[in-house]
């Protein structure tokens, strides 16, 4: 490939100043990709950029690597989840070059789902480098152009680095400091976990903005709509680090079954309209987990359709 590398279309929108709007897949558990295309093909004209999550919930599935090239060959634009739970410092900066030798120009860093959720229990964790220290690697890779090994990297990667925050996870008081600590470690953009209790949220951003970190990067709220009231008490009540307020599970119990799944759908377009006042909000991440069809119909109703030209 070239030395001119093509720059981050979601980093370019971020910087301009408009509301970024990303999305995610997950990739197949088989080696078949037209599964991933599909995904790809259902919300690339809705979204800036597509994660593809990296063995989410610790269950093996086709490499997140290899999804991403999968979607940059189709023209859309991957945001490359990478977590430290399965490699160590070789086999992390050897992907991240990977990545870079197909300009992908996007990555998020993170430490990954205990082996335990998943099928591979008896997995070893690795975690040689964790999330923070990940984040340091790829500014290094990118800004020094050397290995952490010292040694000088030919065609350095160019990526736009960005890390995972959950404004919900206790205790709530470390959740700022920890956002800064990630900031200071060479984070650019976040995505935060899913967001439902709203006050929580603002009173977390706030706390960012009084500590100057809303102008050091670019917050990415969190979006998972809700398919029904059981899903609403699961994640209640299962998903550690979830937050959801009863008002929404009544809300969703309050209507009859076949329509809970569009009700949900109202509630995430409610949130986004809400947030989309909020200073300090650069952009929205959609979660619709295996529920991809769903991600036109919320970024139009919340006015984020059509996507600026950059």
């Known amino acids: ?3 001119l590398m093509t720059q981050s279309r979601l980093e370019k929108i971020l910087k301009a100043g408009h509301l970024g709007v990303t999305s995610e897949c997950g990739p197949p558990r ?11 093909r259902l919300i690339k004209d809705y979204v800036d950029a597509i994660n593809v999550t990296d063995n989410q919930t610790a269950m093996t599935r086709m490499s997140s690597l290899a999804a991403c090239i999968h979607l940059k060959l189709m023209g859309i634009e991957p945001v490359l989840q990478m977590v430290t739970r399965d490699r160590n410092r070789v086999a992390l900066q050897s992907d991240i070059l990977g990545a870079a030798s197909f300009d992908i120009p996007n990555m998020l860093c993170l430490s990954g789902d205990h082996q335990s959720f998943g099928d591979c229990a008896q997995g070893q964790n690795v975690h040689d480098l964790d999330s923070m220290q990940l984040l340091q690697t790829v500014r290094h890779m990118r ?3 050397k290995f952490l090994g010292g040694d000088e990297i030919k065609r350095p990667p160019k990526i736009f680095v960005g890390a995972a925050a959950n404004p919900f996870a206790d205790p709530f008081e470390i959740r700022v400091p920890r956002l800064a600590k990630k900031i200071a470690c060479g984070a650019e953009f976040i995505q935060t976990q899913c967001i439902y209790n709203i006050d929580k949220f603002k009173e977390w951003i706030k706390r960012a903005r009084d500590r100057g970190l809303t102008q050091k990067v670019f917050i990415m709220a969190g979006m998972t709509p809700m398919k029904s009231v059981g899903m609403a008490k699961y994640m209640a009540k299962k998903v550690p680090g979830m ?11 309050g209507v009859e079954k076949g329509k809970q799944a569009q009700e949900g759908i109202d509630i995430c377009v409610e949130h986004i309209q809400e947030l989309k006042e909020v200073d300090g909000v650069a952009g929205f991440h959609i979660m619709a987990i295996e529920w991809e069809e769903k991600v036109p119909e919320i970024v139009e109703r919340s006015s984020l359709f059509p996507r600026p030209e950059v």
Not at 30 to 40: F, H, I, L, P
Not at 245 to 252: A, G, S, T, V
């Open 1 to 3: 490939m070239s030395e």
């Open 30 to 40: 088989g080696s078949d990709a037209e599964e991933v295309k599909e995904k790809g």
């Open 143 to 145: 800004d020094q152009g």
């Open 243 to 253: 937050d959801v307020p009863e008002e929404i599970i009544k809300r969703l119990a």
